[in-house]
Every structure is written in structure tokens, then in C-alpha cells.
């Protein structure tokens, strides 16, 4: 990675992934255009669509794109195919988790904040979601997910373990209290340690690590109440961590809050590698339709120039995403009423990045609806 020209693999992925990467790709070009960077664009298949070319979900020709890489941008895997196959022996969903294993993506950082303009999207009540800002830190390639797995013969009997070490828990705990320190200052640990021996290990370490950042409260939620409290109470938090199927699930319900899955962008980071997607799944019905919300994508985008040390282009990008949403030049999940298609929001964001203020669309016209290109 040199200062000003970057390789970033992409991998578009299923459903509406390959839609939504397009934008994030098209803003790229600008911002590189805009602020004298050079992105070279490697593709690779992934998830579905490699098993139907190839046979595997994670070729290696596309694992071998992604080491080569300063950081992947990813688009959605799935495929309802698949899912309705309880037999499949090869799923879409193992060469992401591949992915995350053999790129070392031990943390998956997941940034929830709201927009006082969409607020009435949420199905909570303004008062209890305003001013809601919250980073949850995911371990990602250890616990029952990638714990030994067996079902007999008859499909009678199953199980799934799940297994940490000391190993795989501190890098993580170290990065939410590194995390909180620039922010609230307060962790949340969100384990079952009144049940599971795992959850015990995780609250033992985050002790010990606290001990390194006096400046940062530490404190202690089960899952089951946490998942009452993120409805309850979500200003509460600040910096949560958790191991991995505990934060699968409490991010994703997180997500409700802000009114649209589609806004949400994930970052997950390895010692030498990095991956950005957003949170959605593949939502196949939407494929090829126009209506995705590519505004998940293209935060992700932005964590990604994060992740490169490019803070300019990255801050740029967010407040170009929040005129856009300020203005409603946004998808149908987010105004039913005007909706824009995937690509013209795209189209918005990358040419306020471009032109800002003297861009060529009437932002006048767009508050009432009229045609946007004078």
C-alpha cells in the first residue's frame, strides 16, 4: 500500500450484493478522481454464484485476489436455493466464513448511529432512540460457529461446540477499550457467564484488561437482558463487545433502530487484513429491481478509507451520505412517498463529492419532487 494507489478486491457476491458494490465502486472512482487517489479494482466470485460457476463458494483464485489486497469490499451472500436445502452439503454462507478464518478477521466493528431526519422510520419511539450512538465489536472466527459439528446417520441427534481461548478473546476486548476511550468511555460486556463456562472466561479477561484503561467503565449485561435493553433503552450504550453468535444476533436486532437494515455498514479486521460490508443479507427478492439501499455499501466504503488512513475522503463521503438522506434523494425503504433508485442514489452521493454545493442536481426541485437535472 503506497500512499495514493491502493488494490481493493471486490467481491459483488449474491442477491442485490453485486447492485449495491456497484455504487460503493462508482464513489470510489470519484473520490480517487477528487482527492488524487489510485484504487485498482480486483473481482472475485464468492457465495452463491461461485458455487454455481465453480462448485466452491470461496475459489482460490478469489482468496488469492484478497491476501493480495489493502482491503476487500464485499457485497451479500445467500441464496434462498440453499436455504430451503437442509441437505446441501455446500452452502454460500462457508466461504464467507472461510474468508474470515483464512484472512485472520478476528473483530467485526459495527457502528449504529441515527439520522434525526429518519428517525420516524424507526418502529421506536423518538425519545427513546434520539442521540443513539453505539459500536459493537463481534468476535469473528471463533465459538460455535466454527466449533466441531456432527449429526448422526438418522439426523436424530446434533451438536455444535463452542470453544475460546484467552488468545481469542484479548485482541478484541483491546480494541473496544481502545475504542471507548475515543468515545463515551464505557464497555459493555454482553455474555450468559450466569450459564455457559465461555461467557466466564470472557468476563475473567475483560477484567484483566480493564486494569489497563482506568479511564474506561467496564460493565456487565446477560444477552437476554441486553436484547430488552437495546428496545429499552438503546443511549445506555457505548462500546459493546461480545463473542460471535451473541453479536450476530444483538447487532442485526440493533439495526431495527435506525429505522432501515440498508444504513448499516460493518468493518471486520484482521492483523494484515480487512473486509467491508454491509450488515443486510442478499435480499433476493429485490435483485435486479432497483430498490436496494446502497447507503450500507457505501458506509462501508467510508470504513474502509478509515481502515487506509485516508480520513479526508472517508468524513467527506459520510457528510455527503447525510445530504443525501437530509435532502430524501434516498430508496424506497426510506421515502416511499419520492424513492430513487440504487444507482441514482449513488449517482447523488458521488457527484456531491464531486461538486458539493455547485452540483449540477436542483437541490430545490428535490424537496418537492420535480425533475433533479437543470
Given at each position: 500500500m503506497s500512499n495514493n494507489y491502493f488494490k481493493i478486491a471486490v467481491l459483488p457476491g449474491d442477491g442485490i450484493g453485486p447492485e449495491v458494490v456497484n455504487e460503493s465502486v462508482k464513489i470510489l472512482k470519484v473520490i480517487g478522481e477528487v482527492f488524487h487517489y489510485n484504487f485498482q479494482f480486483m473481482y472475485g466470485l464468492m457465495g452463491a454464484e461461485a458455487i454455481y460457476q465453480t462448485g466452491d463458494p470461496l475459489p482460490e483464485s478469489t482468496l488469492?485476489?484478497?491476501?493480495?489486497?489493502?482491503?476487500?469490499?464485499?457485497?451479500?451472500?445467500?441464496?434462498?436455493?440453499?436455504d430451503d436445502n437442509p441437505d446441501a452439503k455446500v452452502r454460500p454462507e462457508q466461504g464467507l466464513l472461510k474468508l474470515r478464518k483464512e484472512l485472520g478477521l478476528f473483530a467485526n466493528i459495527r457502528p449504529l448511529k441515527t439520522y434525526s431526519s429518519l428517525i420516524e422510520k424507526s418502529p421506536l419511539k423518538k425519545d427513546i432512540i434520539e442521540g443513539t450512538d453505539i459500536?459493537?465489536?463481534?468476535?469473528?472466527?471463533?465459538?460455535?460457529?466454527?466449533?466441531?459439528?456432527?449429526?448422526?446417520?438418522?439426523?436424530?441427534?446434533a451438536y455444535d461446540v463452542c470453544k475460546y481461548s484467552r488468545e481469542d478473546i484479548v485482541p478484541i476486548v483491546h480494541m473496544a477499550?481502545?475504542?471507548?476511550?475515543k468515545r463515551k468511555k464505557k464497555v459493555t460486556l454482553i455474555d450468559k457467564a450466569n450459564v455457559l463456562d465461555t461467557s466466564r472466561l470472557w468476563r475473567k479477561i475483560c477484567k484483566e484488561v480493564a486494569e489497563e484503561y482506568p479511564d474506561v467503565q467496564l460493565d456487565f449485561m446477560f444477552v437476554d437482558n441486553a436484547a430488552m435493553q437495546l428496545i429499552l433503552n438503546p443511549k445506555q450504550f457505548?462500546?459493546?463487545?461480545?463473542?460471535?453468535?451473541?453479536?450476530?444476533?444483538?447487532?442485526?436486532?440493533?439495526?431495527?433502530?435506525?429505522?432501515?437494515?440498508?444504513?448499516?455498514?460493518?468493518?471486520?479486521?484482521?492483523?494484515?487484513?480487512?473486509?467491508?460490508?454491509p450488515i443486510h443479507g442478499s435480499y433476493p427478492q429485490a435483485k435486479g429491481k432497483g430498490i436496494a439501499n446502497p447507503i450500507a455499501s457505501i458506509l462501508s466504503t467510508a470504513m474502509m478509507l478509515d481502515h487506509l488512513q485516508l480520513e479526508q475522503a472517508a468524513n467527506k463521503l459520510r457528510?455527503?451520505?447525510?445530504?443525501?438522506?437530509?435532502?430524501?434523494?434516498?430508496?424506497?425503504?426510506?421515502?416511499?412517498?419520492?424513492?430513487?433508485?440504487?444507482?441514482?442514489?449513488?449517482?447523488?452521493?458521488?457527484?456531491?463529492?464531486?461538486f458539493s454545493e455547485k452540483s449540477y442536481y436542483n437541490f430545490e426541485n428535490i424537496k418537492i419532487g420535480k425533475s433533479t437535472i437543470v
Amino acid at each position: 500500500m503506497s500512499n495514493n494507489y491502493f488494490k481493493i478486491a471486490v467481491l459483488p457476491g449474491d442477491g442485490i450484493g453485486p447492485e449495491v458494490v456497484n455504487e460503493s465502486v462508482k464513489i470510489l472512482k470519484v473520490i480517487g478522481e477528487v482527492f488524487h487517489y489510485n484504487f485498482q479494482f480486483m473481482y472475485g466470485l464468492m457465495g452463491a454464484e461461485a458455487i454455481y460457476q465453480t462448485g466452491d463458494p470461496l475459489p482460490e483464485s478469489t482468496l488469492k485476489i484478497c491476501k493480495d489486497s489493502d482491503a476487500v469490499l464485499f457485497g451479500a451472500i445467500g441464496d434462498p436455493s440453499f436455504d430451503d436445502n437442509p441437505d446441501a452439503k455446500v452452502r454460500p454462507e462457508q466461504g464467507l466464513l472461510k474468508l474470515r478464518k483464512e484472512l485472520g478477521l478476528f473483530a467485526n466493528i459495527r457502528p449504529l448511529k441515527t439520522y434525526s431526519s429518519l428517525i420516524e422510520k424507526s418502529p421506536l419511539k423518538k425519545d427513546i432512540i434520539e442521540g443513539t450512538d453505539i459500536q459493537i465489536f463481534r468476535e469473528l472466527v471463533s465459538g460455535i460457529y466454527f466449533g466441531e459439528k456432527f449429526t448422526d446417520e438418522e439426523g436424530a441427534y446434533a451438536y455444535d461446540v463452542c470453544k475460546y481461548s484467552r488468545e481469542d478473546i484479548v485482541p478484541i476486548v483491546h480494541m473496544a477499550f481502545q475504542e471507548a476511550q475515543k468515545r463515551k468511555k464505557k464497555v459493555t460486556l454482553i455474555d450468559k457467564a450466569n450459564v455457559l463456562d465461555t461467557s466466564r472466561l470472557w468476563r475473567k479477561i475483560c477484567k484483566e484488561v480493564a486494569e489497563e484503561y482506568p479511564d474506561v467503565q467496564l460493565d456487565f449485561m446477560f444477552v437476554d437482558n441486553a436484547a430488552m435493553q437495546l428496545i429499552l433503552n438503546p443511549k445506555q450504550f457505548d462500546v459493546i463487545v461480545t463473542e460471535n453468535m451473541f453479536g450476530d444476533i444483538i447487532s442485526d436486532e440493533a439495526s431495527v433502530i435506525g429505522g432501515s437494515i440498508g444504513l448499516l455498514p460493518s468493518a471486520s479486521i484482521g492483523n494484515t487484513n480487512a473486509l467491508f460490508e454491509p450488515i443486510h443479507g442478499s435480499y433476493p427478492q429485490a435483485k435486479g429491481k432497483g430498490i436496494a439501499n446502497p447507503i450500507a455499501s457505501i458506509l462501508s466504503t467510508a470504513m474502509m478509507l478509515d481502515h487506509l488512513q485516508l480520513e479526508q475522503a472517508a468524513n467527506k463521503l459520510r457528510e455527503s451520505v447525510e445530504y443525501a438522506i437530509e435532502n430524501k434523494y434516498v430508496t424506497v425503504d426510506l421515502n416511499a412517498d419520492q424513492p430513487y433508485s440504487t444507482s441514482e442514489v449513488g449517482g447523488f452521493i458521488a457527484d456531491y463529492i464531486k461538486f458539493s454545493e455547485k452540483s449540477y442536481y436542483n437541490f430545490e426541485n428535490i424537496k418537492i419532487g420535480k425533475s433533479t437535472i437543470v
